[in-house]
């Protein structure tokens, strides 16, 4: 349930309980002031039949004397020389006033004058006010729950914009102001206006972040490149061929670089054909041992499952991300290296210690080392490979692998793929 039905939820039930209390409240302020006046009318009776019976001897209004039905606490009240009313229950409730008399010239035995009414638990008013209290109450819920529905749905969307701004920062689209400037001055107000801010100013550090990783990859490429130039001119002594290694190396650090500066700006576009799945990643490793130096006889496996696949992606990327992963499961996992092609997926796998659990649970980061069992880096590669699956419009997934060992599936989207035919 949402913040918007639990609102709704508890002032519906604050409400409720507020009309309960109430109107028990006034169901027994009723009562009481019911039996009040019942008893307030038969005082009066019985005053004026007194009177009539000290004036003329005779009984009136209802009046009895020495009434065998008269209730025991009333009865001992007059023998004592006292007046007073009473309620009885059972299957006839009355209500009761009664005083003591003598035999009119003072020297006889005291005796009782009462005087009775009924006085029923189903009184027709009494059940008129409570049928109206819970009419009343009832209606009054309802309007509650609903006036509460629409007060929370303006905090609801409220709240939902915020998450929705907050979310596409995390994807890394620009911050919306509108979003996210919330206008008042409530906590709901003021908790938009910090994330504005903050993602204002996330916005801009990662802007300049992506800044400088394009500007030193650009500064290095130059002097990079002359550097490799240069050593291909030396001659080939195991000094200058390890010159010449470091120098290849650096190459493909700023290469990464500058493809992870145009992966942050967004310019990057997926160029689609049609190809066989199957063919296009088989000349993926093989070509992958001349790029990152991986060993396709003795560490990489192609398999296929089910029936080849003809797909509409981009080949150049779809290279770039698996490449990537290669070359990761060479250098930081174990041999044998897996790459299953099942339908529009591609599986790779390898037996060493697997992902780190952070990398599973988070994705890959630049500039971010594996775990130290799985060796050092600078967490370019499997940035680029996410980073391409999504021009591409696929999934990249991290996880262990059900024998051991790391797991990474890439699930191209299924937009144009289609079983290859088989020849008769």
């Known amino acids: 349930m949402g913040i918007r039905g639990r ?35 038969q005082d009066d009776r019985l005053s004026s039949a007194l009177q009539i019976y000290e004036r003329d001897g005779t009984l009136a209004l209802g009046a009895k004397l020495d009434d065998g039905t008269l209730p025991s606490p009333l009865r001992e009240a007059v023998f004592k020389k006292k007046s007073g009313t009473y309620v009885s229950g059972g299957e006839d409730p009355r209500v009761w006033a009664a005083t003591g008399v003598g035999d009119g010239d003072g020297s006889g035995p005291l005796r009782s004058l009462s005087v009775s009414a009924p006085y029923p638990d189903d ?27 629409f007060v929370s749905q303006r905090l609801s969307r409220r ?10 920062i995390a994807a890394g689209a620009e911050p919306d102001a509108d979003a996210l400037a919330s206008q008042g001055r409530d906590e709901v107000a003021e908790l938009g206006r910090s994330v504005h801010h903050m993602a204002m100013s996330l916005a801009a550090r990662v802007e300049a972040e992506r800044e400088f990783t394009a500007d030193v990859a650009h500064e290095l490429r130059t002097p990079v490149a002359g550097l490799v130039a240069a050593a291909e001119l030396l001659p080939q002594p195991r000094a200058v061929e ?23 700006a967004g310019v990057e576009r997926a160029d689609l054909d049609a190809c066989e799945l199957p063919s296009l990643v088989r000349g993926i490793v ?27 992606t981009d080949r150049r990327r779809v290279e770039r991300v698996l490449v990537n992963l290669l070359a990761n499961a060479a250098k930081h996992g174990k041999p044998p290296i897996e790459v299953v092609v099942a339908g529009a997926r591609i599986v790779v796998r390898d037996h060493g210690p697997g992902y780190p659990a952070e990398l599973c649970a988070e994705g890959p980061r630049r500039f971010r080392t594996a775990a130290p069992e799985r060796g050092t880096g600078h ?46």
């Open 7 to 41: 609102i709704a939820l508890a002032i519906s039930c604050m409400t409720a309980l507020a009309v309960v209390v109430l109107g028990f409240s006034v169901h027994h302020i009723a009562d009481l002031e019911r039996e009040r006046s019942a008893r307030a009318y």
């Open 123 to 149: 009184d027709p008013s009494q059940q008129s006010l409570d049928r109206a209290l819970l009419i009343s109450g009832c209606g009054t819920v309802v309007l509650m729950a609903v006036v509460s529905w």
């Open 159 to 168: 709240l939902r914009l915020s998450a929705a701004a907050a979310r596409r």
């Open 242 to 264: 390890l010159v010449r290694d470091r120098a290849q190396a650096m190459r493909r650090l700023v290469e990464d670089l500058l493809e992870v500066s145009r992966l942050d």
């Open 286 to 312: 093989q070509r992958a041992a001349r790029q990152r130096g991986v060993d396709e006889a003795d560490e990489v496996s192609v398999t296929v499952e089910g029936e080849p696949r003809i797909v509409e």
């Open 379 to 424: 967490g370019l590669g499997l940035t680029i490979a996410a980073g391409q699956a999504q021009v591409l419009g696929a999934r990249l997934d991290f996880g262990a692998a059900a024998e051991g060992g790391a797991e990474a599936v890439l699930e191209l989207p299924e937009r144009a793929g289609r079983v290859c035919p088989t020849d008769p």
